[in-house]
């Protein structure tokens, strides 16, 4: 539990860091890894240069030292990246990590090759009796970092720069008409973002004390903080913060249970981006205006409702992809799996049948309650709207 409780909270940094660039800039980017990897390497082996006595540095500020080397990657690529917005902006990003990863393989000098650096947070001498080896220590220095952090960056939203990078997401034209240099604000934005995520890639690199470049500057790394952060609500400051919490109960948690965890993820991403655009973020703050005026508590019946139709509905898909899974990678082991505490054979026409109805049905009963949902949804409303225009009239 300390060890994933630290984990969300490297997880936090990173998301949030990311999220200055989608959320608050409105730059979609595919290499934030690039500078949460690089800052993890240079903080590896600042680590190790301590360790043997080259130099003399806490442990507890080696995360310092990776954000400033995010900040300094940043500012040597961003400057290029920056120049465009939109979709080159995302592309130019998405070559600079590819470029990345494939050195990753041709210098080992500072990536290690294939094996990664590994280092010890414990080999250098204690510093105030704390010597990093409980992960407790590792957990309360993550989550220090994590709170600074977070507050740093809230700080950040509501500066100037902060508010100007809104306006150059939301209309840059209009920016540029007052006289402010986009590509300026982006680039700042930039440069922020890089610090943070290298401050995040530090702490990953003291936690696990390893860092591989296949999968610290890989495309699948900076895939999991576009994905994460867009689950939790990209235009919510909280919302990375959920995205967190998700990615590392999704890759301990989930990974361990089902080897379908993926597909499961995917199709997460897939309904939230057919229903919820905004994210866990958004559903939450909609639910609280309506329990702000007063109008949630008959929503409660078709909530439970929708919970429990869904629930129908993804019991059977989960126990035809198991199933299905099964069959392909454990085929030896025979036709019968364990589900849930039931035992499902995998070559029985009873279990696909019975999966296949509850999915069916489920999601029959789903769509009936959801009209009904949507027609007192819009009814509330409505209701709130009207009591709106009364309390501007008096």
């Known amino acids: 539990m300390q060890s994933m409780l630290a984990q969300i909270a490297?997880?936090?940094?990173?998301?949030?860091?990311?999220?200055?660039?989608?959320?608050?800039?409105?730059?979609?980017?595919?290499g934030h890894a690039v500078y949460s990897g690089l800052g993890a390497f240079v903080a590896i082996h600042t680590l190790n240069l301590a360790a043997a006595g080259t130099?003399?540095?806490?442990?507890?500020?080696?995360?310092?030292?990776?954000?400033?080397?995010?900040?300094?990657?940043?500012?040597?690529?961003?400057?290029?990246?920056?120049?465009k917005a939109g979709t080159t902006f995302a592309m130019i990003t998405l070559g600079i990590g590819e470029l990345v990863w494939s050195m990753s393989l041709m210098i080992p000098?500072?990536?290690?090759?294939?094996?990664?650096?590994?280092?010890?947070?414990?080999?250098?001498?204690?510093?105030?009796?704390?010597?990093?080896?409980?992960?407790?220590?590792?957990?309360?220095?993550?989550?220090?970092?994590?709170?600074?952090?977070?507050?740093?960056?809230?700080?950040?939203?509501?500066?100037?720069?902060?508010?100007?990078?809104?306006?150059?997401?939301?209309?840059?034209?209009?920016v540029e008409f007052i006289g402010y240099d986009t590509q300026r604000v982006r680039y700042l934005a930039f440069c922020i973002a890089g610090f943070f995520a290298g401050v995040g890639g530090a702490l990953a690199a003291i936690n696990f004390e390893i860092v591989t470049g296949?999968?610290?500057?890989?495309?699948?790394?900076?895939?999991?903080?576009?994905?994460?952060?867009?689950?939790?609500?990209?235009?919510?400051?909280?919302?990375p913060i959920i995205g967190a919490v998700l990615l590392v109960l999704a890759s301990v948690l989930l990974s361990e249970l089902t080897k379908a965890w993926l597909l499961y993820l995917g199709l997460v991403f897939l309904f939230m981006v057919m229903y919820a655009p905004g994210g866990v973020a958004s559903l939450i703050m909609m639910n609280l205006r309506l329990a702000k005026y007063g109008k949630l508590g008959r929503l409660w019946?078709?909530?439970?409702a929708l919970a429990g139709t869904g629930l129908t509905a993804l019991l059977g898909a989960a126990a035809m992809v198991e199933m299905g899974y099964h069959l392909q990678l454990n085929a030896a082991l025979g036709p019968e799996l364990p589900f849930l505490g039931a035992s499902l054979n995998a070559r029985g026409l009873t279990s696909w049948f019975g999966a296949g109805f509850a999915l069916v049905t489920g999601v029959g009963?789903?769509?009936?309650?959801?009209?009904?949902f949507l027609q007192q949804w819009g009814e509330s409303?409505?209701?709130?709207?009207?009591?709106?225009?009364r309390t501007e009239a008096m």
């Not at 490297?10 to 595919?30: R, T």
């Open 214 to 239: 296949a999968d610290s500057v890989s495309m699948v790394r900076s895939g999991g903080y576009l994905l994460f952060t867009f689950l939790g609500g990209a235009t919510f400051f909280f919302g």
């Open 381 to 389: 409303q409505e209701e709130i709207e009207r009591e709106l225009k």
């Open 109 to 174: 000098e500072f990536f290690g090759g294939e094996g990664g650096v590994s280092g010890d947070r414990t080999s250098g001498a204690p510093w105030l009796s704390v010597t990093f080896g409980p992960q407790i220590q590792m957990y309360y220095l993550a989550a220090a970092y994590c709170f600074a952090s977070t507050a740093a960056m809230f700080a950040f939203t509501r500066t100037p720069l902060g508010r100007i990078l809104n306006a150059v997401r939301d209309n840059p034209e209009r």
């Open 301 to 304: 019946p078709s909530y439970l």
């Open 55 to 83: 130099i003399w540095l806490p442990v507890s500020l080696v995360p310092l030292v990776g954000g400033l080397a995010g900040l300094f990657f940043a500012a040597l690529l961003g400057y290029v990246t920056t120049k």
């Open 10 to 30: 490297i997880g936090i940094v990173a998301c949030l860091a990311y999220n200055i660039l989608l959320g608050q800039g409105g730059m979609l980017s595919f």
């Open 365 to 372: 009963l789903f769509e009936l309650c959801r009209r009904q």
